[in-house]
Structure formats: structure tokens, C-alpha cells
């Protein structure tokens, strides 16, 4: 069995069964990964990767969780962790090694720290190196691949690839490297020296995620902003502030957020985003493309 290859092949990795997801995820949703395992290095995990793609058993990796929707129940097959990576290695003055499980708010204070700049559109961006690389999580024009040199990924044949910048294929929320057949381990990313008018860029970013709901659990922007507009704004003007399901609910604040006010279901959530879906397509006929990463099989809006 899986379970038990992985058991002898990593001593140091976390391995767990029927393991609560709900926990690891900030809309507090969803249900038992049937294989969690957390590898405890670069290698361990190169490791698990192949003993996984080997197995042809479905994989799902999770970041700082702040961007996903697993369903309820069991959720067959591993989900791969990478919060045990998390080291930061400083190159030179202005390059540094970040391994996929660094926080972006640890990462950001560090380099201002630093007296460096060139990510202040990620302030306030939650979650880690990988999930912002794998989404090119971002705001006002920008997104967080821009940053990279290079990326490393474990691919399923045990060997571990070097992506230069050129390779990886980016754009709104899109990266290339994450086509489900490979798993982010770590980047290289090169700042510069800060100057005063970073800090006022730096705030204005923070002012209008300010202006976002906070408080209670989200995952963050449910849709993808459609070409030339904007999702938020598109789901309030078709009435979709305050609609529920179950304790699943779109924020008054801020119409591109659904929030779980305490005991919501995946499947409310799921639910949710389909009512207003479809209410945004019955209007205007745009269809609006969930930025939530949902691990559902066949869920489509
Ligand atoms: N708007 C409304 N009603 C709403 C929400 C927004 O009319 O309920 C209007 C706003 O007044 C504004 C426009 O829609 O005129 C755009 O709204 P906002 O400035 O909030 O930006 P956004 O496009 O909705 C994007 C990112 C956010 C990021 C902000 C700020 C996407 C899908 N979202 O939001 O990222 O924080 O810009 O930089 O690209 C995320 O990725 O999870 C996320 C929240």
C-alpha cells in the first residue's frame, strides 16, 4: 500500500490518515484528506513525488491554504503539504533562495527589513511562495512570478527541474507551472534597494486591502476579475451581497467575497459561487472563472 511505502521511504515526513482539512484552510471548509503528508525537506518531498505520480494516485498540493476549496467527505487520494518547507537563504544583498511553504507576510517583512523592495503589491497577500507562484497571486497589474529567477519543481519522475523565468508562462492568476503534473519546491527572486516612494506604494496597496471584509473566515476574491472589468463589482450590481447558503455567505463589503460565518458546508460554498455565477452570466452573459482553487472533481459554474 501507498501508505505504507511512504511510511518507510520517509521517517522524518509527516504522514497521516483521514487527516481534517478544514483546519489547514482559511474558509474553514472541507473535509479528510484519506493520505496527508507534510514532507520535511526539499529532498523528502522530490521523494514523495515520485512514490505518489509512481502510484498513479491523485495528488493535491496545499499551500497556506488561504486560495482553496477541498469538498466535504473523503478526499481520495495524498494531499501534499508544504508547510515543513520553509527556509529562507539569503544569496547576496539582494538575492534570496525561499523555499515553497515561506509565508509571503514573513518574506515581505523581511525584505523591507532589508531595506529592499519590488514585491509591495503582494502587502497583504496571505499565504505562501508556492500557492502565490502556482496562482501568480498579485494585485493592480502585477503578480508574484514577475519576482522569480528561477523556480524548482519536483517532476514526476524523481528528477527536480530548474524553470528560468523565460520558461514559465504567466499571466492574470495563470502560471504554467501549475498543470497538476509537477509540485513548486522553491524560488530565486532578486529585490532592489528600496526607496521613500516604495513605502507609499507599499501603503496604498494595504489601504485598499483595508477596505476588504475581514473578520470572519474567507478564502479571499471567489472570481477572477473577466477581461476589461471587474468581478466584484459585476456580483454587486447583479444582487449577490448578502445572498446565503447555509452559513455560507457573500460579504456586504465587498461582493467577490464569500464568507463562512461559522458552520458552512463545501457544498454550501459550491453552491454559492454557482447561484452567483449564474446570476452575473444570466445578465450580462459573462462567465466568471472561480480564483478559489477548487479541489472538486467535475465542479464547473
Ligand atoms: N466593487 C463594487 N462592489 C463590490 C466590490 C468591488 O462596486 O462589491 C468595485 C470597486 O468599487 C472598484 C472595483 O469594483 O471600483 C474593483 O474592486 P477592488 O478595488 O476591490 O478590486 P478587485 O478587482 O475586486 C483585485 C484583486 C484583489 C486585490 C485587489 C486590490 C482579483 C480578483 N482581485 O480586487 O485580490 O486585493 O484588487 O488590489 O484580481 C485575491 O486575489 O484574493 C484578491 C482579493
Known sequence: MLINRLL????????????????????KVGGEAEIFTAPASIEDMRILFELVMREGCPFYVLGGGSNVLFPDGLIKGVVIS??????????????VDVDAGVKLPALMKDIRERGLAGMEFAAGIPGTV???????????????????DYVLTAEPDGTVRTWNSNDIDYSYRKCSLSDGR???????????????KDEEVLASYLLRRGTQPHGLSNAGCTFKNPEG?????????????????????VSD????FILNRGSAAASDVLELIRICAG???DSTGIRLEPEIKIFSPGFCV
Open 8 to 27: 518507510a521511504a520517509l521517517p522524518d515526513t509527516i504522514i497521516k490518515q483521514n487527516m481534517p482539512l478544514s483546519p489547514m484552510c482559511t474558509l
Open 82 to 95: 508544504t508547510m515543513n518547507l520553509h527556509k529562507t537563504e539569503w544569496r547576496t544583498n539582494l538575492t
Open 130 to 148: 508556492g500557492g502565490a507562484i502556482a496562482g501568480n497571486a498579485g494585485a493592480g497589474g502585477h503578480g508574484v512570478c514577475e519576482l522569480a
Open 182 to 196: 509537477r509540485v513548486i519546491l522553491s524560488a530565486r527572486m532578486t529585490f532592489r534597494t528600496a526607496n521613500p
Open 229 to 249: 472589468s471587474s468581478a466584484g463589482k459585476l456580483l454587486d450590481e447583479c444582487g449577490c451581497k448578502g445572498i446565503s447558503v447555509g452559513d455560507a455567505v
Open 253 to 256: 463589503i465587498h461582493a467577490n
Open 279 to 281: 446570476r452575473v452570466y
